[in-house]
């Protein structure tokens, strides 16, 4: 009885032992970088903007270094640059969910400037045809006044191109009621 016992016994004691060892490793290693200026988005930044001095807006009165969202589903972060420039940073349903990571760039008159793909899940050679030159030059100057049936989608490629839009009109929404807030930070 014994050493039928014995093996599942010191399976689940070397178990234990892994467990803690990977949750100490963990602890040990992690690095929270919410609310910092990764290379990634500074890079992003700078492909919109230009160089400057980026910052992520944060929530005040928390502990955490918590990014402002002001509440709307899908925004990681808001950035400013402290001339008059605003970035969102956004993730939005196109084909997969959450297949789009953007960082849009919207001027102090509220269109967009800029848009830089942060990463992309999208379908390969369909989807991801949101990212070529053509289509991103089309919601260059959207606005709240845009009609998005006015923007023509990417063949084969009708729910990106609609995650696109929606991402836009996501950003500007955000940008129009908030301006005051975000430049006031």
Do not use: W
């Not at 969910?97 to 379908?123: V, Y």
């Not at 845009?146 to 839009?165: L, R």
């Amino acid at each position: 009885m014994r050493s039928s016992l014995m093996p599942p016994i010191v399976l689940t004691a070397v178990c234990v032992i892994v467990s803690a060892l990977l949750v100490l490793a963990y602890n040990f290693t992690y690095v929270d970088n919410t609310g910092v200026m990764t290379e990634q988005l500074s890079a992003g930044c700078e492909d919109i903007f230009g160089e400057g001095e980026y910052s992520i807006l944060l929530e005040k009165g928390t502990e955490k270094k918590t990014p402002l969202t002001f509440g709307v589903d899908g925004v990681d972060a808001v950035i400013t640059d402290g001339r008059g420039h605003c970035l969102i940073e956004l993730e939005q349903d196109g084909y997969a969910k959450d297949g789009l990571h953007l960082l849009i760039g919207i001027d102090r008159d509220g269109s967009i400037a800029g848009i830089h793909f942060l990463s992309i899940g999208e379908t390969p050679g369909v989807g991801t045809k949101v990212q070529d030159e053509s289509f991103v030059a089309k919601l260059i100057g959207y606005s709240t006044d845009t009609d998005d049936k006015t923007i023509d989608g990417v063949t084969a490629a009708t729910f990106s191109s609609k995650g696109m839009k929606a991402a836009c009109r996501k950003a500007v929404e955000l940008y129009a009621a908030n301006k005051e807030a975000i430049f006031s930070e």
